[in-house]
């Protein structure tokens, strides 16, 4: 089978429109890209199913969508403000700047075959701390007391709204909220395509339990996140835990397990999940002097936190990582992204045989039609067959359903599978509840791959 590289994943993204660089006529922006028709798609999926996941198929875990811009008293109380850096720095000769703690992962500027620090000509500046938060002004006037930060995480609008959603929610812990939303972070050196960039979007979840139970429930969302994954179709294979040192845990955290993927660059950080103790509520009680615990019939307390955080932008590369494939098939190359169904942006593509043929094309267009109505369809008359199969392979529609001769006189359609290929005859009038069905039905990678 052929190697995937990032780089072959970023050429199909840009070329059917997934993700292009951002800026691209200005000469793009270090590490900042623009998502395309399906590139939206993709991660409107992935995020609903995160957020049904969590929301829909449990009843512990209730919704939020808090601002960007905060109070940046939140930021002070957060540590944000104080330890939310990296030690950075600079290389003389060849003007590029690295982080300290991960020279390993570097390129010197002049030998990139060797790491900064290494060749006799690299004269490296001492490490200094670097604050990751973006800054900004709220309001007409630029001073110190009007400096705001856009948020590096989401974590922290979920925890100075516990005591709202407390008393507007039915909850009790053991019990979750959930936000998805933009995150800014000043990256000193961000790369790897959409792995890691300064403006990036988060999926996390603060879930709110008694402290003697911290320990299980972190336990408990490690293999529930990592289900997640797999049932999302991406291969066991791909994916470990691998459980934080003491020496790399954040600020906030007692104990963090990362669940790393094996992207075509190395096993790296997808999703952390944490055990976050009582520390960020303890820290917003003290600054805002606002009581943020549980009061129940017979008990108080000051909830721990276990957060499973994960990136949209991250998680939409491990999916595409894992679905691309270029293989052979009757002596022609296809690339194709096997994606598992429920996520593909595109379910279903209608496909007249014959793109001037005014009956076959009316027949098409309705069927067209009555899909759209319940999924995302799409209807293509344009080129050759052939082509048209080899797009929508590429953006990983697992069925296609070619309108012919045959339909016009039995009123049946070729259904072909993106994977196997398969091509089976259905009545045009079931197609549409049996598209349905198979979606819900569960999806694997084949095994030999
Ligand atoms: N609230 C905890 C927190 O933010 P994190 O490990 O810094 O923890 C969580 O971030 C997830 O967000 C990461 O596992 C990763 O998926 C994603 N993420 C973090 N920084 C990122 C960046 N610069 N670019 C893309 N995704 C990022």
């Not at 790393?260 to 303890?282: F, Q, S, T």
């Not at 016009?408 to 070729?414: A, I, K, N």
């Amino acid at each position: 089978m052929a190697e995937v590289t990032i780089e072959k994943v970023a050429a199909l993204c840009r070329r059917r429109a997934f993700v292009f660089p951002s800026s691209d006529i200005y000469g793009g922006l270090g590490s900042a890209y623009d998502y395309g028709h399906y590139g939206v798609l993709l991660r409107q999926n992935i995020k609903n199913e995160w957020l049904r996941a969590l929301t829909q198929e449990r009843e512990d875990v209730v919704a939020l969508d808090s601002a960007i811009i905060l109070n940046p008293q939140v930021w002070a109380a957060s540590g944000h403000i104080g330890g939310f850096s990296d030690p950075m720095v600079d290389c003389r000769t060849c003007k590029l700047r690295f982080r300290a703690d991960d020279l390993e992962h570097a390129s010197c500027g002049r030998r990139p075959s060797k790491h900064p620090g290494e060749t006799p000509d690299c004269d490296l500046t001492e490490a200094r701390e670097f604050n990751l938060m973006f800054e900004t002004f709220v309001g007409p006037l630029r001073d110190t007391q009007s400096v705001a930060y856009l948020r590096p995480e989401t974590a922290q609008g979920i925890f100075v709204n516990f005591k709202n959603v407390v008393s507007s929610m039915r909850v009790k812990p053991p019990f979750g909220i959930a936000q998805i939303g933009k995150s800014f972070r000043n990256e000193i050196t961000p790369g790897n395509f959409i792995f890691r960039l300064r403006e990036f979007e988060q999926m996390e979840m603060e879930f709110f339990v008694p402290p003697s139970e911290a320990q299980q429930w972190h336990a408990y969302w490690i293999d529930e996140r990592l289900r997640w994954f797999t049932s999302l179709g991406l291969r066991e294979s791909n994916l470990r835990i691998r459980e934080h040192g003491p020496d790399e845990l954040s600020h906030y955290s007692s104990a963090t397990s990362d669940i790393e993927y094996l992207y075509p660059i190395g096993w790296l950080e997808l999703e952390g999940v944490a055990n976050r103790g009582d520390y960020d509520l303890r820290q917003h009680a003290e600054h805002s002097g606002t009581a943020l615990e549980w009061v129940g019939h017979d008990e108080r307390y000051v909830p721990h936190v276990i957060e499973p955080a994960v990136g949209v932008d991250r998680s939409m590369l491990a999916f595409l990582c894992d679905a691309y494939h270029e293989e052979e098939v009757a002596g022609r190359p296809r690339t194709v992204l096997r994606l598992h169904p429920r996520i593909a942006p595109v379910k279903a593509a209608v496909l007249p045989l014959i793109g001037k043929d005014t009956a076959m094309v009316e027949h098409a267009r309705a069927l067209y039609e009555d899909l759209r109505r319940v999924m995302t369809a799409e209807y293509d008359d344009s080129a050759a067959i052939g082509k048209r199969y080899r797009r929508q392979d590429e953006i990983g529609t697992p069925w296609g359903l070619t309108i012919d001769e045959q339909t016009l006189q039995d009123g049946t359609v070729t259904l072909r599978d993106r994977d196997t290929l398969e091509q089976e005859r259905i009545p045009v009038a079931g197609a549409r509840d049996l598209l349905l069905e198979r979606l819900q039905q569960p999806w694997s990678p084949a095994p030999h791959e």
